[in-house]
């Protein structure tokens, strides 16, 4: 009787086993393939369909099958390049002039306050819980002709008239440092919270001064954040529509809103992939030249 019992319990053991065991593999396998089925129908399939389009012949809304290359020779040659070329240098100058001004703050807010600090940061994401396209939109009433920033410079003696911004690149250039300021500023913080205190005491020790302990000690231990500052901020910059729509007017089109005109307007989906997967390749390259300069210290971590 007591054989019987124990070979009972050990079957239900078995069994209990074989049930958790089940249960785990299941569950390892949906926290696997979730994931991959997400990026598969939501980002690798769309992105396959667009080369694919990008090397077709186009039709009026729609594309023939093929494999050309007259789609990336129109978007690279008349006004199709030169607005290629702007958006580069828009999204170089606004990242460029993110980090310049992104950086002292973020050097102050990590390293230099403790007690405001929290109070600070909220400030900082204060305009990320206000609508996007309404911080743009006031941007429309702050450059006006006679706007208050007019009407600040005019009573500084600045400027006499109007002031002609509005539907201009210069506006552009404005909502777009505004705009992705906060992106390139927290990143900074976090990488300048992370240095040691140790070795820029031990910097300043050796005789080193303030900004040679910056430039020798800190800025290259917080190269991780600061390329990756400078990715999130230059990567959705690139294909920036609602500030250069609301703010540039004709004057200041950029790539992304000449992919949207190409998809909805002109139905040339053929020449608006091309134009798309030409940002991809620009990316793509920022992308690995950021990801080699940090092969020193992927390295580094590993030893």
Not at 13 to 18: M, S
Request: aromatic share 10%; hydrophobic share 55%.
């Amino acid at each position: 009787m007591v054989d019987a019992n124990s070979s009972l319990l050990e079957d239900e053991g078995v069994r209990a086993r074989v049930d958790h065991d089940w249960a785990g593999r299941t569950a390892l396998w949906l926290v696997r393939v979730v994931p991959v089925a997400w990026l598969g129908v939501f980002f690798l399939a769309p992105l396959a369909i667009t080369i694919v389009y990008s090397f077709a012949n186009a039709t009026y809304g729609g594309v023939s099958l093929g494999f050309t290359l007259s789609n990336f020779q129109q978007a690279l040659s008349g006004l199709y390049l030169t607005i290629f070329l702007r958006t580069m240098e828009f999204a170089a100058i606004g990242t460029s002039a993110c980090l310049l001004v992104g950086m002292p703050v973020a050097y102050y807010l990590a390293r230099k306050v403790t007690r405001w600090r929290g109070l600070l940061l909220v400030l900082l994401l204060v305009p990320f819980w206000t609508s996007f396209l309404i911080r743009t939109l006031a941007w429309l009433t702050l450059l006006g002709a006679d706007g208050p920033i007019r009407s600040a410079l005019h009573s500084l003696g600045l400027i006499s008239g109007y002031l002609n911004i509005v539907d201009t690149q210069k506006a552009v250039l404005i909502g777009i440092i505004y705009a992705y300021l906060p992106l390139m500023t927290l990143p900074l913080v976090v990488a300048f919270e992370r240095v040691p205190t140790e070795l820029t005491e031990a910097a300043k020790d050796l005789g080193a001064g303030r900004i040679r302990t910056f430039l020798s000690v800190t800025l290259p231990v917080a190269k991780p954040g600061v390329i990756t500052a400078i990715l999130l901020t230059a990567v959705p910059m690139t294909g920036e529509y609602v500030i250069p729509a609301l703010l540039g007017g004709n004057k200041g089109v950029l790539l992304g809103g000449l992919i949207a005109g190409e998809y909805s307007v002109a139905l040339n989906f053929a020449l608006g992939s091309a134009m798309a997967v030409l940002i991809l390749v620009v990316l793509g390259a920022l992308v690995l030249v950021c990801t080699r300069s940090l092969r020193g210290f992927a390295n580094a971590g590993a030893t």
